[in-house]
């Protein structure tokens, strides 16, 4: 089953009850980083970032380095 997030949940669950639901669900982290910043500018995605890449034990740079195509 893949959770797909949509700003609709992410509208009504905070950030942490999202990204524990996103890893109970299977999803690796660099599928939760894309999915948070999905449509995201990098200037809106590096502000989202500093608060999301904690909750995931990683840094803000690995953040914004898996949110890249590769």
């Known amino acids: 089953m893949r959770l797909i997030m949509s700003d609709e949940i992410l509208r009504y669950t905070d950030l942490a009850a999202a990204i524990q639901l996103a890893k109970g669900s299977g999803m690796t982290t660099r599928e939760i980083v894309r999915e948070l910043t999905r449509g995201m500018t990098y200037m809106e995605a590096l502000k989202y970032a500093k608060k999301a890449?904690?909750?995931?034990?990683?840094?803000?740079?690995?953040?914004?380095?898996?949110?890249?195509?590769?």
Do not use: S, T, Y
């Open 53 to 70: 890449a904690p909750l995931l034990d990683i840094g803000v740079a690995e953040f914004m380095r898996l949110r890249k195509n590769q």
